[in-house]
T-cell receptor, first 114, second 111 residues
Framework: KAGVTQTPRYLIKTRGQQVTLSCSPI?????VSWYQQTPGQGLQFLFE???????NKGNFPGRFSGRQFSNSRSEMNVSTLELGDSALYLC?????????????FGPGTRLTVL | TQLLEQSPQFLSIQEGENLTVYCNSS?????LQWYRQEPGEGPVLLVT?????EVKKLKRLTFQFGDARKDSSLHITAAQPGDTGLYLC???????????FGKGTMLLVSP
């Protein structure tokens, strides 16, 4: 079974631009979560989508948004990029009705904002 | 305030040594997970513990969940260079469904 895939793997943008990241979950997984990882703050939860609906949301500004498609693939968008948005963005999928929310992570997208 | 505190932040040891890393909180977790992340990759789930006092073993790795479900430890016996990576604990607070991650312990095992 193929793992979680994320595209692109690396991205360089400048302040003020916007960016869209893509995630394809493991086949059969309907829950997709997004995390931001930085050396200072560690892994922080952005949001979770299940059956095309946002189920949970972390404490991030409205510049961060996401969506999920009917095939469970997900995208996240960051508008008006700031230098502090430079981070590794991780996508994770999990089984439907999985009690412990065990996450299967993709390799991440490394975003650098100049 | 970090809900899950991991210690030490960084650990550098020689192959064959034993080590323990800790994950502590003042809050109660309904379950707790440990992940390992290697450079350039996403975290990979190692284990989930759910019962206070529970001990799980995965080859040379031993995981323990505290009796009060507020802390956990990971012990590695006879560490090998392949154990090198960032070890993350993550828990689900009672009454919630999302995971809260600690900042991790970076382990470097030298030959």
């Amino acid at each position: 079974k193929a793992g979680v895939t994320q595209t692109p793997r690396y991205l360089i943008k400048t302040r003020g631009q916007q960016v869209t990241l893509s995630c394809s979950p493991i086949s059969g997984h309907r829950s997709v979560s997004w995390y931001q990882q930085t050396p200072g703050q560690g892994l922080q939860f952005l949001f979770e989508y299940f059956s095309e609906t946002q189920r949970n949301k972390g404490n991030f500004p409205g510049r961060f948004s996401g969506r999920q498609f009917s095939n469970s693939r997900s995208e996240m968008n960051v508008s008006t990029l700031e230098l502090g948005d430079s981070a590794l963005y991780l996508c994770a999928s999990s089984f439907e009705r999985e009690q412990y929310n065990e996450q299967f992570f993709g390799p991440g997208t490394r975003l650098t904002v100049l | 305030t970090q809900l899950l505190e991991q210690s030490p932040q960084f650990l550098s040891i020689q192959e064959g040594e034993n080590l323990t890393v800790y994950c502590n909180s003042s809050s109660v977790f309904s379950s707790l997970q440990w992940y390992r992340q290697e450079p350039g990759e996403g975290p990979v789930l190692l284990v989930t513990v759910v019962t206070g006092g529970e001990v799980k073993k995965l080859k040379r790795l031993t995981f323990q969940f505290g009796d009060a479900r507020k802390d956990s430890s990971l012990h590695i016996t006879a560490a090998q260079p392949g154990d090198t990576g960032l070890y993350l604990c993550a828990g689900i607070l009672s009454g919630y469904s999302t995971l809260t991650f600690g900042k991790g312990t970076m382990l470097l095992v030298s030959p």
